[in-house]
């Protein structure tokens, strides 16, 4: 009764894992309407082939989605948000809370989970509306640091367009969402290559 919370997850066997296994972000992507891919950002590993054949599916779905569906699907144990900004397409991919296809013990370990077989992922309680909502404060942001964004944009810009993503999702966790929290960052690593840049003129 005297242990802490952290005590008692850390003296269950399965208590590492959850660390490894609860994500909130799985993927984010910027495609343009003609399909092709112009970011893409990963928060937990797949192999290039698996990477290749889940874009161009998910892609191919968003796409042919109107204007009068709604901005969230499911496809292949991935909640999908997305969200179109004139010829961009921003698209967030997230999966359960608990990720059961990799370790059913855990599953069965862990109480108050609702069981749902090895090939299967545990219901994803990720608030859609809260993605929907962070996509839009990332286009804002990157609107700011670049007028009005566009594809060029990022095709031009591709490293500083990651810093500025990387500022606000972090292992698939937002930790940012201050505009001028982010920019500022941007800020500085702008002033210091200009001022590099200028040592060997």
Not at 104 to 130: C, H, P, Q, R, V
Request: hydrophobic share 40%; glycine share 4%; net charge neutral.
């Amino acid at each position: 009764h005297n242990k802490t919370v952290t005590q008692q997850l850390h003296s269950l066997s399965f208590a590492p894992l959850l660390l490894f296994l609860i994500k909130m972000i799985s993927f984010i992507l910027m495609v343009n309407k003609q399909g092709q891919t112009r970011l893409s950002s990963y928060y937990e590993w797949m192999d290039m082939q698996e990477r290749v054949a889940l874009e161009s599916e998910i892609i191919r779905k968003c796409l042919s989605r109107s204007e009068l569906q709604c901005s969230f699907l499911e496809y292949r144990g991935f909640k999908v948000i997305y969200r179109r900004y004139a010829s961009l397409f921003f698209i967030v991919g997230t999966k359960a809370d608990f990720d059961v296809r990799k370790s059913s013990k855990l599953a069965a370990a862990t109480t108050g989970m609702k069981k749902m077989g090895d090939n299967k992922s545990i219901e994803n309680y990720e608030n859609e509306l809260g993605l929907l909502e962070f996509i839009h404060t990332l286009v804002e942001t990157m609107d700011r640091w670049a007028g009005s964004i566009c594809e060029l944009d990022i095709m031009y810009q591709l490293e500083q367009v990651h810093f500025l993503l990387d500022e606000m999702v972090m292992n698939g966790y937002v930790v940012e969402t201050n505009k001028s929290n982010v920019l500022r960052s941007i800020d500085l690593m702008d002033r210091e290559s200009k001022k590099n840049e200028g040592m060997f003129r």
